[in-house]
């Protein structure tokens, strides 16, 4: 049961485009959501989270937008840059006394490619 | 501020063989600790969670096992492994002081490849 989707397995962007990778969800109980990046070989960074009281968190080029109602989150990159370019994951937590309190759950990841 | 760290970065083991990752963390205290693994070209899945010493979860049915010896300290082992251990293993922490804001931090990971 994947309760965290990111249908596209890649994206491929011009450097100076924006780039913006979605993620489904299927648990209600999901309140926090967070996008973090990978590089091959390396642990996952934290980019960027937002909680679900909120429809959008911006910080610098990267902005996460939510829709509850369609249990839909978005990352949007602008501009993009080729340092960009990783596998970026999409992760989500449930609130006190669910069973994934504490935890994230991970989508598959999509692979960016931004080119020069 | 606080770090994570895992060793061995990358590992080669024949089938049949023991396994022990290590993972600590500094700069905090009472730390939830988590394993992870991505296999190849699939998501990140938790393997075990740990919010104390000597109290883990397991998450999915494995051949693996993991130990909290001491409260900064997390150690993911396996008796005998098999080829379907193979992957990219992620030690990770999270201060479960901030709640429902639980951002969960990674080390760098250990790469296991089981022949």
């Known amino acids: ?116 | 501020s606080q770090t994570i760290h895992q060793w061995p970065a990358t590992l080669v083991q024949p089938v049949g063989s023991p396994l022990s990752l290590e993972c600590t963390v500094e700069g905090t205290s009472n730390p939830n600790l988590y394993w992870y693994r991505q296999a190849a070209g699939r998501g990140l899945q938790l393997l075990f969670y740990s919010v104390g010493i000597g109290q883990i979860s397991s998450e999915v049915p494995q051949n693996l096992s993991a130990s909290r010896p001491q409260d900064r300290q997390f150690i993911l082992s396996s008796k005998k492994l098999l080829l379907s251990d193979s992957g990219f293993y992620l030690c990770a922490w999270s201060d479960p002081a901030r709640g429902s804001g639980n951002t969960i931090y990674f080390g760098e990971g250990s790469w296991l490849t089981v022949v």
């Open chain 1, 1 to 116: 049961d994947q309760q965290v989707k990111q249908n596209s397995p890649s994206l491929s962007v011009q450097e100076g485009r924006i780039s913006i990778l979605n993620c489904d969800y299927t648990n209600s109980m999901f309140d926090y959501f967070l996008w973090y990046k990978k590089y091959p070989a390396e642990g996952p960074t934290f980019l960027i989270s937002i909680s679900s009281i909120k429809d959008k968190n911006e910080d610098g080029r990267f902005t996460v937008f939510l829709n509850k109602s369609a249990k839909h989150l978005s990352l949007h990159i602008v501009p993009s840059q080729p340092g960009d370019s990783a596998v970026y994951f999409c992760a989500a937590s449930g609130s006190p006394g669910g069973t994934s309190y504490g935890k994230l759950t991970f989508g598959q990841g999509t692979i960016l490619t931004v080119h020069p």
